[in-house]
């Protein structure tokens, strides 16, 4: 069986307090975008994970999906074993959630494949062991997300036609670091009435991370800055960085980045 894990965008990120469990609260709004993987699934005698696309570090140890299917395996005794392929397209620790979207998958295609008949709210419960955005991808529509990322609410938020354009600078920052950088703010409370109105958006939905993160590596501001300056109607990064993606009416001119960014564009 093979599915498709799609990245995330994140309309404005507030981060609204330090836990003492070390996580942050947060109020956000995620979206699913059309940039995809591929997940494969088969029945086999011993369990394999390969991957094919974009390098995955460190694949074996710290690899969502197999941990995902060990998951399962602890609750779901005689699991038979797995031959699991990922062909990776989604840039990795680039704040468009695609290891979580990768564990999330994984677990809806288990879900499958073993017969489960899990409901989404279950696969929920184990998405948010795997990862505090992951548990977003099970259903996997727009959603307004709070507590440390897990607390789901849907909401409407209507892209469909717009031009996405996503900018990668091939700067790694890691969440923990993004985090500790951060000073938490009043949570907004309007939030479903900001996303109701784009016209509101590029003054008022803001990502809290842009503040500690844009002055220690400029390049990233100077991409949204140039977005902007393409005709974009909201341009802001993704999660704890590096992406900065663009929202257009319609698709725009063509332009030249920087050799060695990773660029994407595409219709909502
Ligand atoms: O949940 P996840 O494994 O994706 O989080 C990675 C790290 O990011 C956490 O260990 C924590 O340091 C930080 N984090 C946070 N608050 C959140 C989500 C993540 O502080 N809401």
Redesign the pocket.
């Known amino acids: 069986m093979i599915s498709f894990p799609n990245a995330k965008i994140n309309l404005g990120l507030h981060v609204t307090a330090k836990r003492k469990d070390?996580?942050?609260?947060?109020e956000t709004c995620m979206v699913p975008i059309p940039l995809f993987e591929a997940l494969e699934m088969i029945l086999d005698n011993k369990t394999v994970f390969t991957s094919t696309g974009l390098p995955i570090p460190g694949v074996d140890k710290d690899n969502l999906i197999l941990k995902a299917f060990k998951l399962l395996r602890k609750d779901f005794n005689d699991l038979p074993n797995l031959n699991i392929h990922l062909h990776k397209n989604i840039p990795i620790g680039a704040g468009l959630g695609g290891g979580?979207a990768d564990a999330a998958f994984a677990l809806k295609l288990m879900n499958n494949l073993f017969d489960l008949h899990l409901e989404d709210w279950f696969l929920e419960d184990y998405a948010a062991q795997l990862?505090?955005?992951c548990p977003f991808f099970i259903e996997n529509t727009p959603k307004i997300a709070t507590g440390?990322?897990e607390i789901l609410e849907p909401v409407s938020v209507d892209l469909k036609g717009k031009y996405l354009v996503l900018i990668n600078p091939q700067i790694h920052i890691s969440?923990?670091d993004a985090?500790s950088g951060i000073s938490p703010k009043k949570p907004l409370g309007n939030l479903k009435n900001i996303l109701a109105d784009q016209s509101l958006w590029k003054a008022h939905l803001v990502n809290d991370f842009e503040a500690s993160i844009f002055p220690k590596y400029p390049e990233i501001a100077q991409i949204k800055d140039r977005l902007y300056d393409l005709g974009a109607f909201y341009a802001a990064m993704s999660g704890s960085g590096a992406t900065v993606f663009g929202l257009f009416d319609s698709k725009p001119e063509s332009v030249e980045w920087k050799e060695g960014y990773f660029v994407f564009g595409a219709e909502m």
């Open positions: 070390g996580y942050h609260e947060l979580s990862g505090s955005d440390r990322g969440t923990k985090y």
